[in-house]
T-cell receptor
Framework: DQQVKQNSPSLSVQEGRISILNCDYTNSMFDYFLWYKKYPAEGPTFLISISSIKDKNEDGRFTVFLNKSAKHLSLHIVPSQPGDSAVYFCAASAMEGTGKLIFGQGTTLQVKP | NAGVTQTPKFQVLKTGQSMTLQCAQDMNHNSMYWYRQDPGMGLRLIYYSASEGTTDKGEVPNGYNVSRLNKREFSLRLESAAPSQTSVYFC?????????????FGPGTRLTVT
């Protein structure tokens, strides 16, 4: 039972355009959501997070949107750069629990020059 | 600060052999985690330690054991390796204090079991 799903295995965008990565979850107990970026042969790197009391969080070129009623979150990257090419994982957690993260399967983003 | 370090980086085992994956963090974090990453499956939690002195099972604990040696170190042991345990293993740590729930990952150990 996949509690966190990233339905798009891959995404290709042109440099300078917007990249939108999507993530859906099923467990209503999740109240904290994170995005990680992963380059080959490296560990995942924390990118941005959002708690369920907000519907938007912004950090430079990266913005995460949360739609609790739809159990959906998205990561927007504007403008996209070739260095953004990586695998992006969304993850969800219940803050009052043990801090365990449940990860989606990942989306491979390719930004073309 | 080295962050989260893992040893070894690569390992090849024969079926039935045992080994221990080492993980250490120098960020004074309370919680530590072990994940495995397989193609198309994201990262799955094997075991975690919410605080020094405690360990608990994650989603896929079978075939593994862990030891939280002290606040810095959290090791993962494979007692009798199987080909199904071929994977990339990541250790992570988290402060898990109010407002800071992010996990920080090591570079990974790529394990092949033949």
């Amino acid at each position: 039972d996949q509690q966190v799903k990233q339905n798009s295995p891959s995404l290709s965008v042109q440099e300078g355009r917007i990249s939108i990565l999507n993530c859906d979850y099923t467990n209503s107990m999740f109240d904290y959501f994170l995005w990680y970026k992963k380059y080959p042969a490296e560990g995942p790197t924390f990118l941005i997070s959002i708690s369920s009391i907000k519907d938007k969080n912004e950090d430079g070129r990266f913005t995460v949107f949360l739609n609790k009623s739809a159990k959906h979150l998205s990561l927007h990257i504007v403008p996209s750069q070739p260095g953004d090419s990586a695998v992006y994982f969304c993850a969800a957690s219940a803050m009052e629990g043990t801090g365990k993260l449940i990860f989606g399967q990942g989306t491979t983003l390719q930004v073309k020059p | 600060n080295a962050g989260v370090t893992q040893t070894p980086k690569f390992q090849v085992l024969k079926t039935g052999q045992s080994m221990t994956l080492q993980c250490a963090q120098d960020m004074n974090h309370n919680s530590m985690y072990w994940y495995r990453q397989d193609p198309g499956m994201g990262l799955r939690l094997i075991y975690y330690s919410a605080s020094e002195g405690t360990t608990d099972k994650g989603e896929v604990p079978n075939g593994y054991n862990v030891s939280r040696l002290n606040k810095r170190e959290f090791s993962l042991r494979l007692e009798s390796a199987a080909p199904s345990q071929t994977s990339v293993y990541f250790c992570a740590s988290s402060p898990r204090t109010s407002g800071s729930y992010e996990q920080y990952f090591g570079p990974g150990t790529r394990l092949t079991v033949t």
